[in-house]
């Protein structure tokens, strides 16, 4: 794994603190209606999404495979005056707990970062195992329509006075075949005007159609499947859909 090293754990805690959201917040919020169910948050990061949901009551623990990330969930943590037991690391198919959960919630596209099929089939199906019966599973994903080989944009993150950090981002390849976009991120960290370290992460996002979801749902064992377009309920997916939800039942 070389997504969410050094730099870019970073940037992605000092860019997304804690409680900011894209309305997947309130959305999971109102989903998540009984605040003494079990729920478990996979692919937890910075905790951007458990911490303030830890706050309201609810019962919710998360895990990461990304070591950089966890160290800012435990200082997130700390500095909420919360408990920093809640969280280990773990991959979507190896995470193991001695309990089962009322909900799985996967926001902000992270489910993406399975490019696998072997992969999604065996999570889908670690996630139906981790679950109660009627348990809910839910996760956000997006299209890769917006994508434009080559392209570059740049990014500035000023951190202080005297210290910035630089994102260079450039979409590299497009894989239609297996529904896959490569892009490379380019961090550069200076301070007083001086680069003091870079680093380079490769970043590679897969997209599913929406029968294609469904079905592989259907093969994990939920039912009652439903998905809703930009954190609406039931909204239909448009062409123009940013992104878009899915919700599966534990049969």
């Given at each position: 794994?070389?997504?969410?090293q050094?730099?870019?754990?970073?940037?992605?805690n000092?860019?997304k603190?804690?409680?900011?959201?894209?309305?997947?917040?309130?959305?999971?919020?109102?989903?998540?209606?009984?605040?003494?169910?079990?729920?478990?948050?996979?692919?937890?990061?910075?905790?951007?999404?458990?911490i303030?949901?830890l706050?309201?009551?609810?019962?919710?623990?998360?895990?990461?495979?990304?070591?950089?990330?966890?160290?800012?969930?435990?200082e997130?943590?700390?500095?909420?005056?919360?408990?920093?037991?809640?969280?280990?690391?773990?991959?979507?198919?190896?995470?193991q707990?001695?309990?089962?959960?009322?909900?799985?919630?996967?926001?902000?596209?992270?489910?993406?970062?399975?490019?696998?099929?072997?992969?999604?089939?065996?999570?889908l199906?670690?996630?139906?195992?981790?679950?109660?019966s009627?348990?809910?599973?839910?996760?956000?994903?997006?299209?890769?329509?917006?994508?434009?080989?080559?392209?570059?944009?740049?990014?500035i993150f000023?951190?202080?006075?005297?210290?910035?950090?630089?994102l260079?981002?450039?979409e590299?390849?497009?894989?239609?075949?297996?529904?896959?976009?490569?892009?490379?991120?380019?961090y550069?960290h200076?301070?007083?005007?001086?680069?003091?370290?870079?680093?380079?992460?490769?970043f590679?996002?897969?997209?599913?159609?929406?029968?294609?979801?469904?079905?592989l749902?259907?093969?994990?064992g939920?039912?009652d499947?439903?998905i809703?377009?930009?954190?609406?309920y039931?909204?239909?997916i448009?062409?123009?859909?940013?992104?878009?939800?899915?919700?599966?039942?534990k049969?």
């Amino acid at each position: 794994m070389d997504s969410y090293q050094s730099l870019s754990a970073k940037v992605y805690n000092f860019d997304k603190p804690v409680g900011k959201s894209f309305g997947d917040l309130e959305y999971y919020q109102s989903r998540l209606t009984n605040k003494a169910s079990a729920i478990l948050e996979p692919a937890v990061g910075t905790g951007r999404i458990m911490i303030p949901l830890l706050q309201q009551g609810y019962n919710i623990q998360g895990f990461d495979l990304s070591n950089e990330m966890l160290g800012y969930c435990e200082e997130n943590l700390k500095s909420a005056q919360l408990p920093t037991n809640i969280m280990q690391q773990a991959s979507f198919t190896n995470f193991q707990y001695n309990e089962t959960f009322d909900a799985i919630i996967i926001p902000s596209g992270t489910f993406l970062l399975m490019t696998d099929y072997v992969e999604i089939k065996q999570a889908l199906q670690k996630f139906h195992s981790a679950l109660n019966s009627n348990g809910k599973l839910i996760f956000d994903l997006f299209f890769q329509n917006d994508f434009q080989l080559g392209r570059t944009n740049i990014k500035i993150f000023t951190l202080s006075d005297s210290e910035k950090i630089t994102l260079t981002m450039t979409e590299a390849e497009i894989d239609y075949a297996n529904q896959a976009a490569t892009y490379i991120h380019r961090y550069e960290h200076w301070k007083a005007n001086q680069l003091k370290e870079t680093e380079l992460e490769t970043f590679r996002l897969k997209w599913l159609g929406i029968e294609e979801i469904q079905l592989l749902l259907k093969e994990a064992g939920f039912i009652d499947i439903t998905i809703s377009a930009d954190y609406q309920y039931k909204k239909s997916i448009t062409n123009g859909t940013e992104i878009f939800t899915v919700e599966a039942i534990k049969s």
